[in-house]
């Protein structure tokens, strides 16, 4: 049985849901000028919003500035007080406000006109003060709030988020905006670490589970256990046992293992990546040939493994 509180839930969701899809009706080519006039400029995107349009413009900021847009978000009062001179004539001013008249941000439009900057607006009523004084408007007016007094900021502030990722996007895809330039502005993250991070950086280099092809199977599995990766390296890399190995052996001929030496069940020829390769190039062949880990080779000469388990610590 749906609770009470999952009935409100579900509510809001589906007025925000249909506040989203309401603007696919609203959008016409205020959009493509806006995308254009950024694309043209030579200097930034300044995002100015009070209050929750301004908590949404400074993720609308961040989105940007991640994905290729330089950008800054500037608060309206600060911008009164002296922070205008941050604002070169070559920027796009993209200004927030549901109401079109949010005192702070309309008091910034005639310094914005003499500066020369091309204004672009998302509110939701597009007879506004903001709106009528901008070179683009994007309207991201909706049929209701969430709230259910109509006044707390809801399915409003979801329509002025969906449209700066809008934009974000078609800003994207008009650059051609890649994985690899993503991963620049996000070394700290899983992907920008994967992309920029070689190989050598992250292998295991220093004790590896080391055997000779005669090694006895008693000699291979003290080896693995010692190690502690899973595997043992046959001859400086001519081949590799992992533990799935043994296992397949041991179900095959369980009685006949022990008598067995390194060479009998050893895989040849394993693959290898080079130290200086990239992490999402490792991930790759581990991905294209189903197995967990990959020697290191340094000119020709093994110098650590790396296994699946490192690209995703």
Known sequence: MTSEYQSIAKRVFDIEAEAILHLKNLL???????????LNTQGRVVICGMGKSGLIGKKIMATFASTGTPCFFMHPGEAF???LGMVSPKDVFLALSNSGETEEVIRLLPFLKDNGN??????????????????????IAVPQEACPHQLAPTSSTTATLVMGDALAVALMEARNFQP???????????????????????????????????ASMTKVIHSMNEGRLGLCIVDQGKGIITDGDLRRHMEKDPAGLMSKTAADI????????????????????????????????????????????????
């Open 28 to 38: 016409d080519a205020q959009f493509d000028g806006s995308v254009e006039a950024i």
């Open 81 to 83: 007080h002296g922070d």
């Open 118 to 139: 091309v204004v672009i607006s998302m509110t939701g009523r597009p007879e506004s003060t903001l709106a009528k004084n901008s070179d683009y408007h994007l309207n």
């Open 180 to 214: 690899h330039q993503f991963a620049r502005f996000h070394p700290g993250g899983s992907l920008g670490r994967k992309l920029l991070t070689r190989v050598k950086h992250e292998m295991k280099a220093s004790n590896l589970p080391m055997i000779s092809a005669d």
């Open 266 to 313: 050893m895989m040849s020829n394993p693959k290898t990546v080079s130290a200086e390769a990239r992490l999402s190039e490792a991930e790759e062949l581990m991905n294209q040939y189903k197995i967990t880990s990959l020697l290191v080779k340094d000119n020709d000469q093994l110098v650590g493994v790396i296994q699946i388990y490192d690209l995703n610590a």
